[in-house]
């Protein structure tokens, strides 16, 4: 048998050293970095819908508000009320018939007779006058007796308005119209004691 050289038996084991190390990295394999999951505020599915929600959510957020915010007042614009016109009332005598009646300057029992409505010969019979009766007189004013339907109480038609001519008082002037008050006369023309008319004044008849 021959005797195997040195040499040969030193490569033969250089080889099979070789051999083993490239075996063995290759059963190893290259090693894959760990996998690191990232933290989602939120989960993955359907991305659009979240989005709309998260929308939503931060419009009613400011819609809603903080309740101490008060909102803006709105400005408040004054209408101006259209100005009617002045209504004139013309006030009138106080109602009803006296008992009795101090004749005034001016007057005469057929006046006072056409101003109460009374008939004026049951005028004069109550008080058994005839003729003229000075001014200062008392009247008795009958009752259950009224102005005769054959004639007007009024002598003038009114209301009107009256130039005052000279001598004219207030008593004359309403005897002038029949059945005009004197006190009527004052109040539509907010006369004074003691009730002087001017000459060529133009006073209100109601």
């Not at 803006?72 to 100005?83: A, D, F, G, K, M």
Request: glycine content about 6%; overall charge negative; some cysteine.
């Amino acid at each position: 048998m021959k005797k195997i050289p040195y040499a040969l038996i030193m490569m033969v084991l250089l080889l099979s050293l070789a051999v083993s190390g490239c075996n063995l990295s290759s059963s190893k394999g290259i090693e894959e970095p760990p996998t690191v999951e990232a933290e989602i505020p939120f989960p993955v599915g359907d991305t659009t819908n979240r989005v709309t929600e998260m929308a939503m959510e931060t419009q009613t957020a400011v819609v809603g508000g903080d309740s101490n915010v008060e909102p803006t007042p709105e400005p408040v614009v004054n209408t101006p009320e259209p100005t009617q016109a002045p209504v004139i009332v013309v006030p009138s005598a106080t109602p009803g018939i006296p008992s009795t009646y101090i004749l005034q300057e001016g007057e005469h029992p057929y006046c006072i007779a056409r101003r109460f409505n009374v008939n004026p010969n049951d005028l004069v019979a109550i008080n058994g006058i005839s003729g003229n009766v000075a001014p200062g007189t008392t009247l008795k004013i009958p009752t259950n007796s009224s102005w005769p339907d054959s004639a007007s109480r009024a002598l003038k038609a009114h209301p009107t308005t009256y130039t005052v001519i000279s001598g004219d008082s207030i008593y004359s002037v309403a005897c002038k119209f029949g059945d005009v008050d004197p006190n009527s006369i004052i109040a539509a023309n907010a006369l004074q004691s003691p009730y002087s008319l001017t000459s060529g004044t133009t006073i209100q008849i109601p």
